[in-house]
């Protein structure tokens, strides 16, 4: 009985120390969870009794459990070195098998498998071409292969535009002339015309031009409305007078300048010279006398009605009138003119638009703010894209709206038909974007785009659509052309400096694998040269009802059994999971001090049994030698 009690004991103290040993060994081993030995007492028992006064028959090993317990988080070199922070394991395929690890010292296989270092492959979460994560479970694989190019369909941005900057372009429209030749030949007063003035905010003005109205009235009454500036001259030259008529004798002149006799001492003159010298000394300060080509020329830089009378000894020709020419001009405010008469309103149809300070790119003083950013066409080739602002009178009373015309080139060269005709921008009293074009959604579409090289000339990529080709916004996927859009509902126009709060495009071109990158979710993000990054899977992760009923297998894994239940699998962080730490393992949670001690009390426990048996022997042994 001893015998088997003392070998119970060493049998037991001999397991204890193997569970102790192989903590020990396992000191350093990544993922690695402490065991204990755990013991039970044994007594011999009938069916029915265990009898009196039982004693007991030694020990056995009830069982080996490990501590699960989380070990102390280190950082590597590895970005794919990942230690899980809380509950957990790590799902691998071990070749069909899965297996369940909390070592997560991985790298990346010739095939582009994500593994361990027995080749056992991560599984997780898959990604999409476009980075978006579903629910299917597999393999995790980074692709290496070169990231294709995108083109660019969306651009959008988020700026302000400083509502205190002044409108740059300046618009006149220079009205025809109207003076004799328009009223008709001889004529010498205005004859009376109502004249209505329409301006941009709707509002009109008339303007009545009394009867017998000289050039000079004419262009008063007009230079008093909003909007129009008028000027008028009179230039008269004075037929049948020359040297010869003056030197008859007898010679006299008479200037009346609106009706009004302006003296002119003629004493002393004998010629065209002296008579132009006598005009121009005397009172009519508005009028210059001068000699063209033999003729005399009377200029009145007012615009007055102008009579000339002479006579020499031999003969007095009839007196001569000349009617004063108008001349109007109307800013950008006056949208139309009409007359009863038509005679202004006939001027007006004939005016020229004169415009200084017009909008060019190449001239930072004739637009208010510009911005650039690069986009792609479908082959990854970059071009720049740049928006122009222009500030414009604000549209209708300008109350509650403000306007402002967009231009965009790309490489230099004007698209979306902004060299002929801009896009208009409206904000509102508070400084938000109304409408563009009357579009409220704050979109421009672009559809006239032709992608080139250094050259000018198209580089083989994706063109506009077809003539007729209606496209639809949003861009749909696949992008079959050029086009793209530019979405400006976010931008702003209010009393601050201009600025770029964001402006995203999504495009990009071609690019190769530069590096991982994992996050605190185990989502695997690969960055490529082209400075885009995308989601290539998720690591997933395992739990289990009972952690202890996991069964090891070596190599730092476990495998389910029936006593852990089936696993739940689920994304890091989620539920009961722990999250993801990149670049970090998780080192085994053997306690070093505790196990020396442990390896002596266990070293005690063998020799103690160990007496037990020499005792038992030496009793035995006295036995025999009884005689």
Same mark, same amino acid.
């Given at each position: 009985?001893?015998?088997?009690? /003392?070998? @119970? ?35 011999? @028992? ?15 090993? *009830?069982?080996?459990?490990? =501590?699960?317990?989380? #070990? ?51 599984? #997780? ?9 579903? /629910? ?9 292969? =070169? ?76 230079? *008093? ?6 000027? $008028? ?49 005397? &009172? $009519? ?11 005399? +020329? ?21 007196? *001569?009138?000349?009617? /004063?020419?108008? +001349? ?48 792609? %066409? ?38 979306? /038909? ?20 009357? %579009? ?14 250094? =050259? ?15 496209? &639809? ?59 885009? @990054? ?72 063998? *020799? ?20």
């Amino acid at each position: 009985m001893a015998f088997n009690t /003392g070998l @119970s004991g060493l049998r037991a103290a001999s397991v204890d120390l193997d569970v102790t040993g192989n903590n020990i060994a396992n000191a350093s081993t990544v993922g690695f969870k402490s065991s204990k030995a755990q013991f039970g007492d044994l007594y011999a @028992s009938g069916f029915l009794s265990a009898g009196t006064n039982p004693i007991g028959d030694g020990v056995r090993v *009830q069982d080996v459990k490990q =501590n699960f317990g989380q #070990g102390n988080i280190s950082f590597t070199d590895n970005g794919l070195d990942l230690a899980i922070n809380g509950d957990g394991f790590f799902v691998l395929n071990n070749g069909g098998e899965i297996r369940y690890s909390r070592a997560g010292q991985f790298g990346v296989d010739k095939d582009g498998f994500v593994v361990n270092n027995q080749n056992m492959r991560v599984q #997780g979460f898959l990604a999409d071409d476009d980075g978006n994560l579903s /629910g299917i479970r597999d393999d995790l694989q980074i692709d290496t292969a =070169n990231l294709a190019p995108r083109r660019t369909t969306l651009l959008e941005t988020d700026l302000n535009l400083d509502s205190r900057e002044e409108v740059l372009e300046q618009r006149i429209s220079v009205l025809a002339e109207v003076g004799e030749a328009e009223l008709g030949a001889g004529s010498t007063s205005f004859p009376a015309e109502t004249i209505t003035l329409t301006y941009s905010d709707g509002t009109q003005s008339t303007v009545s031009i009394p009867a017998g109205s000289s050039a000079a009235e004419v262009a008063d009454l007009l230079a *008093q409305e909003d909007g129009v500036s008028a000027s $008028a001259t009179t230039d008269m030259t004075v037929a049948g007078l020359d040297d010869a008529f003056i030197g008859v004798g007898g010679f006299t002149f008479e200037l009346d300048v609106e009706g009004v006799q302006v003296p002119i001492d003629t004493t002393g003159v004998s010629d065209l010279d002296s008579l132009a010298d006598a005009i121009n000394n005397s &009172s $009519a300060n508005t009028v210059t006398a001068s000699v063209v080509a033999g003729e005399l +020329r009377l200029v009145d830089n007012r615009g007055q009605t102008l009579t000339t009378t002479f006579s020499n000894a031999t003969t007095s020709p009839p007196p *001569q009138t000349q009617l /004063g020419t108008v +001349r109007t001009q109307t800013t950008r405010e006056v949208t139309d003119l009409s007359s009863d008469t038509g005679t202004f309103e006939t001027a007006w149809d004939n005016r020229t638009v004169q415009v200084t300070n017009e909008f060019n790119p190449q001239d930072q003083r004739t637009y208010n703010h510009a911005t650039s950013t690069t986009i792609y %066409d479908s082959l990854g080739n970059p071009h720049v894209l740049t928006q122009f602002f222009v500030k414009d009178p604000a549209p209708g009373s300008g109350v509650g709206v403000s306007q402002w015309s967009i231009y965009l080139q790309v490489d230099g060269e004007f698209v979306s /038909g902004t060299d002929q005709t801009p896009i208009q921008a409206q904000f509102d009293e508070d400084g938000t974007l109304q409408s563009i074009d009357g %579009d409220v959604s704050g979109q421009i579409l672009v559809t006239d785009w032709t992608p080139k090289d250094s =050259n000018g000339q198209p580089n083989g990529a994706d063109g506009p659509p077809a003539p007729g080709t209606v496209t &639809s916004t949003p861009i749909p996927e696949p992008p079959t052309s050029s086009a793209f859009l530019i979405d400006l509902s976010e931008t702003t126009q209010f009393g601050s400096a201009f600025g770029v709060n964001d402006q995203r495009q999504n495009g990009f071109t071609t690019g190769r694998l530069s590096g991982l990158d994992v996050s605190d979710e185990g989502v695997l993000f690969a960055r490529y040269t082209n400075g885009q @990054s995308t989601a290539l899977g998720q690591v997933a992760l395992a739990s289990f009802n009972n952690t202890d009923g996991l069964s090891p297998v070596g190599e730092t894994t476990w495998v389910e059994t029936f006593e852990s239940g089936q696993p739940i699998v689920g994304q890091p962080g989620t539920g009961t999971l722990g999250s993801i730490k990149a670049s970090s393992v998780e080192e085994s949670n053997v306690d070093l001090s505790e196990e020396l001690v442990n390896l002596i009390i266990a070293q005690r426990n063998f *020799q103690a049994n160990s007496k037990t048996i020499e005792t038992s022997d030496a009793i035995t042994q006295t036995i025999i030698n009884l005689r």
